[in-house]
């Protein structure tokens, strides 16, 4: 399965849990067990299966740069539009033209 996001963290047990029992493991055990997700995540692309199609997108807000708006798609898949501030607060259709790791890019 190609998950689109992917939390990795090293296990902190808390006291008073059950999970504060278990043995701890090696730091070179839990490191290479961090290295080997990393990889595999970095390893696929998330949204390709998005190019050519089209979306509902509500676009929500501005980009960080000055040349994108941002809006999601219901699945809430970071889409990223040409900047067109009549856009903002709207619902519209959207062709998904490129993917990236973290976001698609789309035309209206």
Known sequence: YKFP???IAQFYPRPGTVAAK???LQGHVVKDRS???TAHFH???TWDWLIGTEQPVCVIEYGK???YIVGHTPGYTQVLLPRDATLLGKQVIVRIISAE???VKGEV
């Open 43 to 45: 390893s696929y692309s």
């Open 65 to 67: 740069d000055e040349k």
């Open 5 to 7: 996001v992917v939390n």
């Open 101 to 103: 790791k973290w976001c």
């Open 35 to 37: 290295r080997r997700v």
């Open 22 to 24: 278990l043995k701890k």
